[in-house]
């Protein structure tokens, strides 16, 4: 599995980053520091995930995922966002908008291998489903 993530914060890199690690040795991360570093990656790797943060110098996580869902290159690229905005308005916005799913920071590394195993590649594409953890909320929940 190739993830992508997009976070301008070392110290939250280093976090997945290690992570990721220790759970799948296999597993290839990409690191892009800003929002436009982030689209150019998506489109040169297409990754099997992206991890998106909202807040970034450059631009927002939610126009980066506007950007990346108008571009038919990276369109069917699953996004889950993880910030430290934890407002239901906020969560409920982005889910709407195409993040298949939002984790809320500080991370809780149960939550984010949750997520990591609810993501299956079958020879059909990418199938996702969800467990009942209220930190991974998908649209329409």
């Known amino acids: 599995m ?4 997009i976070e301008d914060n070392p110290a939250n890199v280093e976090v997945v ?8 040795e296999h597993a290839r991360l990409l690191i892009a520091t800003s929002g436009a570093e982030g689209l ?5 790797h297409r990754p ?18 506007r950007k ?7 369109a069917n690229i699953p996004v889950a966002v993880l910030s430290a905005d934890a407002s239901p308005r906020v969560i409920r ?15 809780d590394l149960g939550h984010l291998g949750e997520l990591l ?12 489903r ?7 909320r998908k649209a329409g929940s």
Do not use: C
């Open 17 to 24: 980053a290690r992570f990721l690690t220790r759970r799948d």
């Open 48 to 65: 099997d995930l992206i991890l998106l943060d909202l807040h970034m110098n450059d631009m927002t996580g939610e126009q980066v995922l």
């Open 93 to 107: 916005r982005l889910l709407t908008s195409g993040a298949r799913a939002y984790l809320t920071k500080p991370l």
């Open 130 to 136: 969800f467990g009942g953890r209220s930190a991974i």
């Open 117 to 128: 195993d609810s993501y299956q590649t079958s020879g059909d594409g990418a199938a996702w």
């Open 68 to 74: 990346m869902l108008a571009d038919p290159a990276t």
């Open 40 to 44: 150019a990656a998506a489109n040169q």
């Open 2 to 5: 190739t993830l992508l993530y």
